[in-house]
């Protein structure tokens, strides 16, 4: 028998998790972690174990160290109501622990960067990567910026979202968001060095952070050969499931525009066939490319994962 709301917030007076709310947090983390891909498990796939790890990390993040379980349990009316608020504050730590490995990636994108560029003019004098000043080798400038942080800020804003392009893939994405494509990331550093003077990376991922609202990076060791991991791509059975996923989410219309585009070859010609025009098969196409490269790893197999999902659409029209 399930405990009651009131049993729930004695146990919690009392020894803070005791059995019946340590069941409650089971369930909840189990059935949450489920639903969401496996890649937002260090371990690579939802079992026993990274559920149980996912759940102990959120009751010490969250649970205990913010008061979450505390205030939940506090301004709950029903358990129904405690059992969703429980949920939403499990999902917003998976979805917070994968904008950490996206920041983790921008900020080794951002070294990586400026070694490489010749844009990019090293100080000397740094004992440490982590503090190594950069400056453009346009204009070098051999002093420390001096500017505060909220006039750093301003320089940064100066960039809109547009300007830059900004990505930030949904919370079910099977990968991190790379925030910024490299020209974007390019170009935002050649402005804020440009303005604000010669940074260091903790400095300059201070300013990212905070300009694209992002969580504390993890902590990497920077290396002098530091390079970029090379990203796997899905097996083909996982890209079937992709595009079975990407074709069920495209609705009945734009499965039927392009399923007429597989058939005839040519966007006029399946705008005529669905009783549509050209620009409504070119548009349904584009939205159906905008789905799967938020699924892809790579440009070559978002072609590979459109082209087995056209080939889903139109065997379900045959």
Known sequence: MSATLGQLREEHQRVFIGVQLAALLTRIATATARSYPSSYTSAGVWNQDSIADAA??????????????TNLLAGASTIDSLRAGLTRSFQQHLTNQRQSTSATNLYTRTVTMLRSDPDFQALPGSARPHHQLWTLTSDPHSEPSRLTLGD???????????DLAVIRYGPLSLKSSPILRTPALRRFLLHVLGGVGPLNPADIMDIMRRRFALPEPQAIELTEDLQMPVTATHDAAMERMIAASVAARLGARRAQLLAALVEHEDFKAAGDAAASDEAAVRRAYMEMLAIVDDEALDADEAQRICGLTLETLFGDNE
């Open 56 to 69: 102990q990390a959120w009751t010490a993040e969250r649970l205990i160290a913010r008061r979450d379980l």
């Open 152 to 162: 750093r800020l301003k320089v940064a804003a100066e960039l809109t979202d547009d």
